[in-house]
């Protein structure tokens, strides 16, 4: 059985992540973050957040498109 400290809110989860609550919300319509409804507000289990956590930002899990420049725009001079 889990703990009232192994459960976050939105808020506990905002200020655990240093995101506001919007961002939360984003993630979670997008299917990117964890969490589970207690009616109808999120709860996060804490190791699960962990777990994610740790596989964000892992290079080799994203295929991230290259950066294209943009070529620089002709300075519009009078001669």
Do not use: C
């Not at 200020?15 to 319509?29: A, E």
């Not at 299917?31 to 804490?46: A, D, E, L, Q, Y």
């Not at 991230?64 to 300075?75: E, G, T």
């Amino acid at each position: 059985m889990t703990s009232d400290e192994d459960i976050l809110t939105i808020a506990d989860l905002s200020r655990h992540l240093r995101v506001h609550p919007t961002t939360i919300y984003r993630l979670l319509r997008q299917g990117r973050i964890p969490g589970f409804r207690v009616g109808s507000t999120w709860r996060f289990n804490k190791s699960a957040i962990e777990s994610w956590e740790h596989t964000q930002g892992r290079m080799s899990d994203v295929d991230i498109p290259p950066v294209r420049s943009r070529p620089a725009k002709a300075a519009r001079g009078r001669k």
